[in-house]
């Protein structure tokens, strides 16, 4: 039986998810690097295969699983990228190459790719100190822009700026922060008139051998201020034209980036001028698993898989009859600890709701902020759009959340969370 190595961290699939869409295929071998997720779930992950602790050391891990006999790699966590591309290249494996790898990963060199080869051009520039974000607000960035780290995901220190005085003072902030990292600022892009959608989508899809197969547009509805996400659904609302300008405009980033093998998820913008990219991710999107599944039989754990194991599948695109939505309740922009969640039974009593799921259990400490932080997950389906919108508006009205904070106890509906 072949080996397919997981390099397995926090990411877009759960380890529950990984284990079964891997284990169908070859025996799968979890690549542990060091980190306070994997320590914590490691009884678990033991469970589900064989398991290789690593150091942490470039050169010993890299030897290590050289010497562990694998076919195929892999990994679902933006942030172990890097080190599966190095793996790869070291065990003669199909992956991404470290070269595309940082192009996927560091925002302001993915940026300046896509502007040379002519696929979208946003401007940006890294910003050290303050004094380069001033200068960079009168050109050649503008106003309003957008301050984000230069790697990483989740919306995590992600911050629209409409001001210099703003701009400086967040800057100056993240600056500070307990962790040394860079920071890009890039031209806002302004959505166009989507409502009651969201004013992006994103497209999820997968490169074999080069070829590039778009599998779905995931639509979504309207972000939680400043950057949050709530919302995804298949289909989306696109229109046939529409949703073939945004896949044309993935499919050129892509090639751009050279990709050549593997899932991706690229968020791509609505606006009045055409589709522009948000960013690129060499990865399986968040949450996008479980939507697969449930919508389409699709499993795209599986099919990550195949292809890195040298497999030449032939994906079809998904097309489901009704609509099959996840909605995530973001946790509030406020420091706090959850007390409790009401609401949730009456919740799985009402029509097209089918599951939800808690991210956070009562107890637990959130520190606030503008980083997408989800409090649980949302599942369900509806014959259309407007009908789910309608579903979501009504189970959004009837869960509560109690916050205890240093002034007292807040009670917030899911629908004032996104406020």
């Not at 050289?66 to 599966?84: K, N």
């Not at 989740?154 to 701009?167: C, K, N, V």
């Amino acid at each position: 039986m072949k080996r397919l190595g997981v390099v397995y961290d926090e990411g877009a699939a759960s380890f529950g998810e990984i284990q079964p869409g891997v284990a169908r295929l070859a025996a799968p071998v979890f690549l542990l690097p060091p980190g306070e997720h994997n320590r914590r779930l490691l009884p678990l992950i033991r469970r589900g295969g064989e398991t290789v602790l690593l150091t942490g050391d470039h050169a010993q891990d890299v030897a290590t699983v050289r010497a562990v006999g694998l076919d195929g790699i892999v990994t679902f966590s933006e942030q172990q990228l890097a080190r599966t591309a190095l793996f790869a290249e070291g065990a003669g494996l199909v992956s991404h190459t470290p070269a595309t790898v940082r192009l996927l990963t560091d925002k302001l060199a993915q940026r300046e790719r896509l502007a040379r080869a002519g696929v979208d051009t946003v401007p940006s520039c890294p910003v050290p100190t303050v004094q380069a974000l001033r200068a960079a607000l009168l050109a050649p960035v503008g106003l309003p822009a957008v301050l984000k780290p230069r790697t990483g995901s989740g919306s995590r220190e992600t911050h629209l700026i409409t001001d210099p005085e703003t701009g400086s003072r967040l800057l100056r902030r993240a600056l500070a922060g307990a962790v040394a990292e860079e920071f890009v600022l890039e031209s806002y892009l302004a959505g166009a008139d989507t409502a009651p959608f969201g004013d992006y989508v994103s497209v999820e899809s997968a490169v074999v051998d080069g070829r590039v197969h778009h599998l779905a547009v995931t639509g979504k509805l309207p972000l939680a201020p400043p950057f949050r996400e709530t919302a995804q659904f298949w289909p989306s609302q696109l229109p046939g034209p529409e949703r073939e300008g945004v896949e044309r405009l993935a499919t050129g980033a892509l090639r751009a980036l050279g990709v050549t093998t593997g899932i991706t998820h690229t968020e791509i913008k609505l606006t009045p001028a055409g589709p522009r990219i948000i960013e690129v991710n060499g990865r399986l999107g968040g949450l996008v698993q479980e939507l697969a599944v449930r919508a389409a039989g699709l499993d795209l754990v599986g099919l990550s898989g195949a292809i890195a194991l040298g497999e030449r599948p032939d994906p079809r695109g998904a097309g489901p009859e009704r609509v099959y939505f996840q909605y995530t309740n973001p946790a509030p922009r406020f420091p706090s600890v959850l007390s409790s969640v009401e609401g949730v039974d009456e919740v799985l009593r009402q029509p097209g709701i089918t599951a939800y799921i808690p991210h956070v259990r009562p107890g637990t400490s959130l520190p606030g902020g503008v980083m997408t932080q989800t409090l649980d997950l949302l599942c369900g389906h509806a014959p259309d759009h407007a009908a789910m919108l309608d579903t979501i508006a009504r189970a959004l009205d009837t869960l509560r959340f109690s916050f205890a904070t240093e002034t007292g106890q807040t009670i917030l509906t899911a629908t004032q969370l996104t406020r």
